[in-house]
C-alpha cells in the first residue's frame, strides 16, 4: 500500500509568484523584437540562471557589461530594477497554499532564486512566511533540476519523499522530483493543481464537484 502524501513542496516562481522580465523590459524598449532579442541574447535565461547559482549580481551584470557595452544601461536595470519584474501572487495558488496550512499539511518550498534577490520576495509576500523551510538555490549554491538540492531540503527537513508531492512550472524540475520518489505536478493553472490535491485527499471535494463526480 502506497504512503499517504502528507507534505507538499512548493516551486515559487510562476507558481505562487508571477514573475516576467517582461514587465520591466516593455517600459525601456519600444520594439518588442528588440526587446525579444536583448531578453535572448544579452540578459538571457541561461545568465539569470547563474544568479540563482549563487553568482553575485555585481559579477553577473560586470561580465555583460564588458561583452555588451552598448547596452549597459540596460543591464544594469535587470537588477537595480528587478523588483518590476515581479507580477505578484497568482492569487488562486495561494488560495490553495492557505487551504493547505489550514488543513495542516506539511508545507515547504524549493526555489531557484538570487540570495541576493529573495529577500524582497520575503518582506513582500506575507504568505512566504506559512512554510516550515525554504530551500533558495542562490543560498546552496545549487540549482534545479541538479538532485542534490531536493536531496538536501529532503535531508535538511526529514522528508519521506514517498509522503511529498513536488509542485514546479518547469517539466524538468517536476521528473527531478519523480527520480528521486516524490510525487510530481508539472503546474500549468491552479485549476489543475486543485484536481490534483483533491485525488491526494490534501483538499476536499467541493459539493459541485461532488455532485458531478
Known amino acids: 500500500m502506497s504512503k499517504r502524501v502528507d507534505t507538499v513542496i512548493f516551486d515559487l516562481g ?9 514587465r520591466l523590459y516593455r517600459q525601456l524598449f519600444d520594439d518588442e523584437a528588440e526587446m525579444e532579442w536583448f ?26 557589461r564588458a561583452q555588451f557595452p552598448e547596452h549597459a544601461v540596460l543591464i544594469d536595470a535587470y537588477h537595480l530594477r528587478w523588483e518590476e519584474t515581479l ?44 512554510f516550515e523551510g525554504i530551500v533558495v538555490s542562490g543560498d546552496e549554491k545549487l540549482i534545479k533540476p541538479d538532485p542534490r538540492i531536493y536531496q538536501r531540503l529532503l535531508d535538511r527537513y526529514g ?28 503546474f500549468r493553472d491552479p485549476a489543475g493543481l486543485s484536481e490534483r490535491l483533491q485525488q491526494l485527499g490534501l483538499l476536499e471535494l467541493s459539493a459541485r464537484e461532488v455532485s458531478h463526480g
Open 14 to 22: 510562476n507558481v505562487l509568484i508571477g514573475w516576467n522580465p517582461r
Open 39 to 64: 531578453l535572448r541574447e544579452v540578459c538571457s535565461s541561461a545568465w539569470n540562471e547563474q544568479q540563482d547559482a549563487g553568482r553575485s549580481w555585481a559579477e553577473g551584470t560586470a561580465l555583460l
Open 87 to 130: 507580477l505578484g501572487p497568482i492569487e488562486e495558488s495561494v488560495a490553495l497554499l492557505a487551504a493547505l496550512r489550514e488543513r495542516g499539511v506539511r508545507l515547504l518550498a524549493l526555489t531557484n532564486w538570487s540570495q541576493e534577490t529573495f529577500p524582497v520576495a520575503m518582506q513582500r509576500y506575507a504568505f512566504l512566511q506559512w
Open 159 to 186: 522528508v519521506d519523499p514517498a509522503t511529498a508531492l513536488y509542485i514546479d512550472d518547469s517539466a524538468r524540475n517536476v521528473a527531478a522530483a519523480e527520480a528521486l520518489g516524490m510525487h510530481g505536478w508539472w
